[in-house]
């Protein structure tokens, strides 16, 4: 393999290097290399600073990738609901639900103290034959999605009692 010193600038470049037969470090046409056609743009040489900055930039957009795609939370645990009813009323007269929220973790994982974002869902179905007087804990929000309306009652702790009254 030849050596060859570049005239501009000392660098010692090797004939078998990607950059022949230009300098890898000035980029200029070195001696004793004959340029027989003009290089193709993917062909020619790069300067130093651009691969710095092409490099900075990927890195940068790996950093922001990360964080953006790397805080997906998924949850494992199980919600379990605790119910209690009466099992006989009267038409017209009204009777307390009561739900009671725990959650069950995998392995020997503790319990999360508070449950995120909690949305009680009711089929429209049910309130063609129930009246729904009152939640407690008062949702933040209501709305209604396909065929169930959902009530939005935000951040619970675990074993929170909600209260729905019905009149049949």
Not at 67 to 75: F, I, N, Y
Not at 82 to 95: A, D, E, K, W
Not at 99 to 118: Q, W, Y
Request: glycine share 6%.
């Amino acid at each position: 393999m030849k050596k060859i010193v570049c005239p501009s600038c000392g660098k010692v470049n090797f004939e078998a290097f990607v950059t022949y037969p230009h300098c890898a470090e000035c980029g200029a046409l070195l001696p004793d290399a004959k340029e027989a056609e003009p290089k193709s743009f993917w062909r020619r040489p790069v300067g130093t600073l651009w691969w710095i900055s092409l490099l900075g930039a990927a890195a940068v957009a790996v950093a922001i990738s990360i964080t953006l795609l790397g805080h997906t939370e998924v949850e494992q645990d199980q919600l379990l609901v605790y119910g209690t009813l009466q099992r006989h009323m009267h038409v017209g007269s009204q009777t307390v639900m009561q739900l009671t929220l725990d959650t069950v973790a995998e392995g020997n994982v503790l319990r999360k103290p508070s449950l995120r974002n909690v949305e009680l869902r009711i089929p429209s179905q049910l309130l063609n034959d129930w009246t729904l007087v009152s939640i407690e804990p008062s949702p933040k929000s209501t709305f209604k999605r396909g065929n169930g309306n959902y009530y939005r009652l935000g951040n619970l702790d675990v074993n929170t009692v909600i209260f729905l009254t019905w009149r049949a």
